[in-house]
Every structure is written in C-alpha cells, then in structure tokens.
C-alpha cells in the first residue's frame, strides 16, 4: 500500500503564471482534501474533492480550482499567480469524507512565486 | 479569523520532562480533534485524536486532555525525547465533515 504522493517536490514562477500541482490518494481512499501552508503557519482548507465532486471550499479566491479524477487522483490549478501564493501546498486522503475519518498528508509541494 | 488559537508557539523541553501545548477552539460544531506531528520536509502525520464525549485519551506517551466547557484542549507528551522534536499542530473537524481547521503550530525542542 503507498501512501500519498504529490508532484513535483518544488516548483518556482513568476508572478501572474498558472501552476498545476497533482497529487495521488492512498489506495482505497475516495476523499482529497487540498491544503496552502505558508512559512511557520499552520495548513489552511482550500477544498475537498468526495468522489469527483467539490465537497467543501474554504476561503479561498476562484482562481484556486481543482479535479478530482475517476482513479481519486486529484489536481490544484492557480492562476494569476501572486506573491503570497508561495507556501507549502498539502495533499490529503481519507477513506471517506465523514466527519472523524483520519486525514493521511502526503509530502507537499513547495511553490516558491517570484 | 483563526477558529483554532494555539499556543506555546515554541517549547523548549529537557529531555525526560513534560510537553504542554495547549489549543482552544470557538467554533461549538467542532466534534473532532486531531493532533499532528509535522517534520521539515514531511507532510503533518496524525498523532492522536479525541472526541468531545471523552476528557481524556492517552496513547503511549501521549495524552490528549479536553474540556468542552472551556471549549480547550491540550497535548501532554510525558517522558519528552529528542525524536519528538517537531512542530505540532492541533486542529478540529466538525459535521460538515472532514475539512480541518488547525492551530498556528508549536515548535517543540527537546534537548537531550
């Protein structure tokens, strides 16, 4: 069983670019829950995607979206990239999208926007 | 707005000694509490979790004490070890479902 795998480790823009980041579920999980964590802070919700539907989105501006694909896999775009957006973007699955499923983190993606 | 206040944000521990770190909450939805473990590099790996009809819960070395009245819970870790040197994070879930809402994060240092 592998765990939860994101891609690429790191990646460097410029500002106003678009970026996709992907990541692959831990097997048997149907839940993938995005997360941006900037430097020394905690992880905050973007969206979950439950079965290739958006479950939930936190606040977060349009020009965060995501896919989620019939094998679970999941993709995060931004567009118009800005400054701020550079952090530690968190993959993460669960078995279900219940409200005590565990959440399994994957590695993380470190965007650097210049 | 910050749904989870965290706080030390850093800790220093002599090796052997107790780890507190502390997490209240406001959102009265929340029925779920995990605690993560993050390493530089590593995504945050769940700990232990609880559930608001329990007031404590205690795995191995770690214990997670909750008071839903004060709407406060805490992370003791006994016997600290340089191994646990990490930034831990609270967060809460509620009936919406598994979306987490996590504290800002507490660096924690033992030194051996």
């Known amino acids: 069983e592998t765990g939860v795998t994101q891609s690429p480790t790191h990646l460097i823009k410029t500002r106003g670019q678009q970026v996709t980041l992907r990541c692959s579920s831990q097997?048997?999980?149907?839940?993938v829950s995005w997360y941006q964590q900037a430097l020394g802070q905690g992880p905050q919700f973007i969206f979950q995607?439950?079965?290739?539907?958006?479950?939930g989105r936190g606040n977060f501006p349009p020009r965060f979206s995501g896919l989620q694909f019939p094998n679970y896999s999941s993709e995060l775009n931004v567009n118009a990239l800005e400054l701020d957006d550079s952090a530690l973007y968190l993959c993460?699955?669960?078995?279900?999208?219940?409200?005590?499923?565990?959440?399994?983190f994957g590695p993380g993606t470190r965007l650097l926007v210049l | 707005q910050q749904q989870v206040k965290q706080s030390p944000q850093s800790l220093i521990v002599q090796k052997g000694g107790i780890s507190i770190i502390n997490c209240a909450y406001e959102?009265?939805?929340?029925?779920?509490f995990p605690w993560y473990q993050q390493f530089p590099g590593k995504g945050p790996a769940l700990l232990i979790a609880?559930?608001?009809?329990?007031s404590e819960k205690k795995e191995g070395r770690f214990t997670i004490s909750f008071n839903k009245s004060a709407k406060q819970f805490s992370l003791h870790i006994m016997d600290s070890q340089p191994g646990d040197s990490a930034t831990y994070f609270c967060?809460?879930?509620?009936?919406?479902?598994?979306?987490?809402?996590f504290g800002g994060g507490t660096r924690l240092m033992v030194k051996p």
């Open positions: 995607y439950y079965r290739e539907e958006e479950n």
């Open positions: 967060a809460a879930s509620g009936n919406a479902g598994n979306m987490l809402t």
């Open positions: 993460a699955s669960s078995f279900d999208a219940g409200a005590r499923e565990t959440q399994y």
């Open positions: 097997s048997g999980h149907n839940t």
């Open positions: 959102n009265t939805a929340f029925d779920y």
């Open positions: 609880i559930r608001p009809d329990v």
